[in-house]
Nanobody
Framework: QVHLVESGGGLVQAGESLGLSCAAS????????MGWYRQAPGKQRELVAT???????NYADSVKGRFTIPRDNAKNTVYLQMNSLKPDDTAVYYC????????????WGQGTQVTVSS
């Protein structure tokens, strides 16, 4: 099992930047993909960005060009750098770790609120 602890988040104005961190512990060597998802009130949880062990990244169309997902392997930490934030980015952001074995195993962080005011 993998334990994920998120930090960052908060209230910012539209156009500003914000960074999130996700520190992983536990069975880290088994992680294949880490990523960020978000869930706005009344909406389903959606993918924001992912990064694979090989460094490949994937972004939702809504955040391309504004968000990046760097990582620090030495610290077992993945980040979400969010620039040019919009009110539509307001949501609870969740860190996610995927492990591919006999089936897909997923672990989630507790979530952190990001609120963007107009």
């Amino acid at each position: 099992q993998v334990h994920l602890v998120e930090s960052g988040g908060g209230l910012v104005q539209a156009g500003e930047s914000l960074g999130l961190s996700c520190a992983a512990s536990g069975n880290i060597a088994s992680i294949n993909v880490m990523g960020w998802y978000r869930q706005a009130p009344g909406k389903q949880r959606e993918l924001v960005a992912t990064i694979s062990n090989g460094g490949g990244t994937n972004y939702a169309d809504s955040v391309k060009g504004r968000f990046t997902i760097p990582r620090d392997n030495a610290k077992n930490t993945v980040y979400l750098q969010m620039n040019s934030l919009k009110p539509d980015d307001t949501a609870v952001y969740y860190c996610n770790a995927k492990r591919f074995g006999l089936r897909l195993y997923e672990d989630w962080g507790q979530g952190t609120q990001v609120t963007v005011s107009s």
